[in-house]
């Protein structure tokens, strides 16, 4: 029997599914839009989105698939949902904060995480962060919690130096 995913995130969209779909994909390795569907007749009372128009977009992140909904203005994003990428190196960091934030919403950026242009949240991490936290050192692990609150975009190397005074 195939591997199928239980779970899938669905972002809803005004009516940028699409361009969030490609916008995604496109910071992403292993991504890909799977499949776009569209709006026919039925319903249209109650979605009032014209026939031929983009309703969902099936893609996947890096294998993790996700489904982008044009679902109207009706509901908007917000901090209480976020995705966490985890990082191996500062490159990575800066990589993926530089792409996803491009656009986005500059105030919304504390602690490695940050609003994309899309209003979704993100929280960029490096794993050493995770590591440091929960070093068995209290002291070291706390000294690295108060830098890290200090930061916008975790800087692995301010981390590391705070960890060591």
């Known amino acids: ?7 899938a995130p669905c972002l809803w969209f005004d009516d940028q599914a699409e361009e ?3 916008f995604y994909t496109a910071i992403f390795s292993n991504s890909q ?3 776009i569907t569209r709006y026919g007749e039925a319903g249209h009372e109650m979605h009032g989105k014209p026939a031929g128009t983009v309703m969902t977009v099936a893609f996947e992140l890096n294998g993790q698939p996700f489904i982008a909904l044009n679902g109207g203005p009706a509901f ?3 901090e209480a949902i976020s995705f966490q990428v985890i990082c191996q190196t500062q490159e990575e ?3 993926y904060w530089e792409k996803l934030s491009a656009g ?3 105030t919304a950026q504390q602690c490695g995480w940050l609003k994309d242009r899309y209003g979704v949240s993100w929280q960029i991490i490096p794993n050493i962060l995770l590591e440091m936290l929960n070093d068995a050192d209290t002291t070291k692990s706390q000294r690295t919690m108060t830098a890290m609150l200090q930061m916008k975009k975790i800087d692995i190397s301010e981390l590391l130096q705070a960890s060591a005074e």
């Open 1 to 7: 029997m195939p591997n199928i995913q239980l779970i």
């Open 104 to 106: 986005g919403d500059k």
């Open 20 to 22: 969030a779909a490609e």
């Open 76 to 78: 908007k994003f917000n």
């Open 33 to 35: 839009i799977v499949n």
């Open 93 to 95: 960091v800066d990589n």
